[in-house]
């Protein structure tokens, strides 16, 4: 009786993604639409008001000073380990890392170059815009500050807007973009919100940052995310351009192999080096089958059957000799052992 051998829950994971199709006939590929449009454009109002505000040393900035003296990590003491944890879900190392290795194994499955280059340039707007608006303003942080109720803008910080922040925004708001459904994108969008929000308020609570940072660094991320689609047909050519160079490598190392020539097809026999009367030697076509030979007529006188005649071909005989091989009909003289 045979039996069928039980899966395991693993070689069920193995098998499900062994029925995963190659590259996907149609990316879904995000555009700049109407939408976006508007959306992109109140995300910048925003992020301006938020920059004018903290500039003019409005009620935004008197917010700032009203939590730090508040000293959150102070009144709620029992969360602040799990916070200090909580916070590295922002920091732009191992997030990075994170989100690489899952965008690294979908594009090898789906055996396309797009979800690591959208990371890629992602990453690279983060760190251009952000670090520019860091050190352009030059924020202090509410461990430095030195005036009480002062923006403390231009005194050589680096924390306005959070880059924590940003970096949560943009990093795990990256698996919604990408999102290959409707409802993945939802979901994911969902969580990436929670999981930003949560590492910006934390920064709040820690003290490292003032609650305006964490504003700015919210729009900062969103505005990445949005504009995303405008960068997508540079994605699209360096993708182009990063496959061609490997196709020219692959073909480079490859070894050429042989093609046999089909079947009746004639071919060229090489000739013989030698050069006759000075001339080279001219090729001899030789086809698939060989054209009929003429009857050759022997002239009359004693001949030898063909069983008692050895073969003798142009390169000599295929035979060896042998000095005690004696025609068929007649006996030999060689004493037989042992008599």
């Not at 409707?182 to 949560?198: D, E, I, K, M």
């Not at 009746?264 to 000075?278: M, N």
């Not at 022997?298 to 000799?321: D, F, I, Q, Y």
């Amino acid at each position: 009786m045979r039996t069928e051998r039980k899966l395991s829950r693993l070689d069920r994971v193995f098998a499900r993604l062994d029925r995963e199709p190659g590259r996907p006939a149609y990316i879904d590929v995000p555009r700049m639409s109407r939408h976006r449009v508007v959306l992109f454009s109140g995300t910048l109002a925003f992020y301006v008001a938020i920059i004018w505000a903290v500039v003019v040393s409005s009620w935004l900035v008197r917010l700032d000073w009203q939590v730090m003296f508040f000293r959150p990590y102070q009144q709620w003491p029992q969360i602040h380990a799990f916070l200090d944890y909580y916070v590295v879900l922002g920091q732009r190392g191992p997030t990075a890392v994170m989100v690489a290795a899952w965008l690294g194994w979908r594009s090898w499955r789906q055996h396309t170059l797009r979800p690591l280059l959208t990371l890629g340039a992602a990453l690279l707007l983060l760190n251009i815009t952000v670090g520019a608006a860091k050190y352009g303003m030059g924020r202090l942080g509410p461990h430095y500050a030195t005036v009480i109720g002062s923006n403390e803008m231009w005194r050589g910080g680096d924390i306005f807007p959070s880059g924590h922040t940003a970096n949560a925004v943009v990093t795990w708001g990256i698996l919604a973009y990408l999102a290959s459904t409707p409802r993945a994108r939802r979901w994911l969008s969902a969580l990436s919100a929670v999981t930003s929000l949560g590492v910006g308020l934390t920064t709040v609570y820690l003290g490292t940052h003032w609650l305006s940072d964490v504003l700015l660094g919210w729009a900062a991320g969103l505005l990445i995310l949005l504009a995303l689609p405008w960068f997508e047909p540079l994605i699209a050519r360096a993708e182009t351009a990063i496959l061609a160079v490997r196709d020219r490598r692959r073909s480079r190392r490859a070894v050429p192999v042989p093609v046999p020539a089909p079947v009746g097809v004639s071919t060229a026999v090489a000739p013989p080096r030698a050069v006759v009367d000075g001339q080279a030697p001219v090729r001899e076509p030789v086809g698939a089958t060989r054209a009929a030979r003429a009857p050759v007529y022997l002239a009359p006188g004693p001949h030898t059957t063909r069983a008692e005649r050895t073969p003798v071909t142009p390169v000599g005989s295929r035979r060896p000799p042998h000095s005690d091989r004696v025609p068929r009909g007649t006996t030999s003289a060689r004493p037989l052992a042992g008599g």
